[in-house]
């Protein structure tokens, strides 16, 4: 991860490990925690490296 995101990762854990501790809700911090974490696997396996190709002329489809 980038120095800036590295930041904002810690920044996010300590924020989110302060708001459990103060409500008793652990689930908080470790949610957290599991998307930093699912953030630099997919960093690290070279995701996000694409340019996203956007659908210009997408097609409205009738609800079924």
């Given amino acids: 991860m980038s120095e800036a995101d590295r930041d904002a990762c810690s920044a996010d854990i300590v924020a989110a490990a302060r708001a459990s501790f103060a409500t008793n809700q652990p689930h908080l911090a470790v949610a957290e925690l599991s998307a930093w974490r699912e953030t630099a696997i997919a960093l690290a396996a070279g995701l ?17």
Avoid: C, F, N, Q
């Avoid at 956007?54 to 009738?62: I, K």
């Fill in 48 to 64: 996000g490296k694409e340019a996203i190709e956007w659908l210009d002329d997408a097609e409205t489809v009738e609800r079924p």
